[in-house]
């Protein structure tokens, strides 16, 4: 089923944007397009035949890759390209946007590099294994998904209802630059919206001084670069300033916004979420970031954009980005349209117990999550691996200004210690707020309570803690359009038969629950969802992005609560 997006797909020229808008540079030659691909029982030998063309950055199990094939446990997935290196001085770095799940990387058959983890994006330094001319660069992919500890979201073998079609392979962009010997790793970007300044550093390889060009001035690094008299970044208002650092003779692009997350009291006493120093409720959308012809990957960048601008347009100012990490261009978008995004971890562990998963929905039951075994969670090695991605995680979207709230577990999948992860996180990044445990199993900690109400009216209730209620999902409600549905079946928590009868489910959801909650202290509502996946038809707009149920404008009046 495919987009429109996926209908006008030009195969010689996929996903061409720069791929790392937070830290741009001018060197960027894009690797996408068809490469060969082989899938086969064996693991570290390269294939000698090849089963065909894969369109990369697609995987291998959706319809846009042109293999339309699920990877199964005991399989690995080949792919392989020609690259004629450019003429160049200093290094030659080789970037993966992501790559499902566990991979080694090859040039010239001599193995380069191997990564664990499927939804962050790695790098190395290749200038050792490239030769003048051209360059023959392999990939090798294993993809256990739910049968493995490893982080695995929603992907399920035996999909169904809200667990997906596994994907796998590589499903971001394949990118190379040139940079001098002497070059900038990282950037970490702090706005201090009470001071008026920006702290900035640089990671850096060689020997030189960095510094930060910013309005004329130069400052040494790491430095607090003033600034004065700054516009304050919102959804309303997404200002952002762009500055440069620059290390010997490389130099690279950013971007900054001055803006402050904080959890505080209200005039009447009530703990709210606040944005730069005032109450700021967070009327938001559930966002999974799955597509009907590229699963995990976007068809273009227009179809990022289109998502984000379609939730704006009908009122929202977050999207909850559930459980899964996007490309750095979709959290850019977000930076610069205006759209705050709570940002989930990865699930990982074990095979889920029903009760502890789904019965809390019920009986708002919520157990201890230092029980291992309970929580699918008794492998010691699929913890560490857990906590290794969630660092990696909170480091690579660090310099995001639209991050407003991290998310390191939901409903259950695989939590464990949530009052320890929360309290590293806040550590981490403390310029966020954390929500621990999204929905249930509440360890009563942190500054917020995290919801989900489902098949029942929502009444709000102040936290006996006292810290901010999140309603952090609820609605659901079903409406299938003949001709832009996945499956025959579907599932959702509500099911109606006309775009009317979604009107008025909705106004009397949000007038009679949602703005009576939000008069009393509710700090913010995730309605789901942005879009159908797979068997869900809960979405506000259909899975191939053809239909938006009802006018952007009418769910804006719908959902205002103040």
Known sequence: MLTSWGERLDKNN?????????????????????????????????????????????????????????????????????????????????????????????????????????????????????????????????DLSDTAHEARGKQKFERGGIWYTPQSGIWQTVWAECVPEDCIKRLKITPNFDEAFVEVSAETVG????????????????????????????????????FA??????????YFAMRKFSVEKDEKGVKRLFLNGKSYFHN????????????YTAPSDEALIFDIQTAKDMGFNMLRKHIKVEPLRWYYHCDRLGMLVWQDMINGGGQYNPVIISAPLVTGVHLSDKNYKLFARDDMEGRAHYETELNEMVGT?????????????????????????????????????????SGWHDQKIGETKSLHVYFKKYNFKPDKLGRAVLLSEFGGYNLRCEGHCFN????????????????????KLYGGEIRPAYE????????????????????LITYDRKVVKLPPEVVQKIIKVD
């Not at 938001?284 to 699963?295: P, R």
């Open 14 to 142: 996929i996903l061409p944007e720069y791929p790392r808008p937070q830290m741009r540079r001018d060197s960027y030659y894009n690797l996408n397009g068809e490469w060969d691909y082989a899938i086969t029982a064996a693991g570290e030998k390269q294939p000698e035949k090849w089963d065909g063309k894969i369109l990369v950055p697609f995987s291998p199990e959706c319809e846009l890759s042109g293999v339309g094939r699920v990877l199964k446990p005991n399989e690995y997935l080949w792919y392989r390209r020609d690259w004629e290196c450019p003429e160049h001085e200093g290094r030659v770095l080789l970037h993966f946007g992501a790559v499902d799940q566990s991979c080694t990387v090859y040039i010239n058959g001599l193995r380069a590099f191997r990564h664990s983890g499927g939804y962050l994006p790695f790098e190395f330094d290749a200038t050792g294994f490239l030769r003048k001319g051209v360059n023959e660069i392999s990939v090798s992919v294993r």
């Open 207 to 242: 020997g030189n001084a960095a510094y930060a060009e910013f309005n004329g001035e130069r400052y040494p690094l790491p430095a607090k670069i003033p600034v004065p008299d700054f516009e304050a970044w919102s959804p309303e208002h997404p200002k952002l300033y762009d």
């Open 245 to 254: 650092v620059v290390y010997g003779e490389d130099r690279v692009e950013s």
């Open 284 to 295: 938001g959308l559930l966002d999974q970031g799955y597509w009907s012809d590229g699963m």
């Open 397 to 437: 979207l660090y310099n995001c200004p639209c991050i407003a709230m991290w998310v390191p577990f939901n409903e259950g999948w695989g939590q464990f210690d949530a009052a320890r992860i929360a309290a590293k996180v806040m550590q981490m990044d403390p310029t966020r707020t954390v929500d621990h445990a």
């Open 488 to 507: 025959t079946k579907d599932f959702g928590y509500k099911r109606l038969k006309s775009a009317d009868e979604l009107q008025r489910s909705l106004e």
């Open 520 to 539: 009393q202290g509710l700090a913010a509502a995730v309605y789901t969802q942005l879009s159908d996946v797979e068997d869900e038809v809960n979405g």
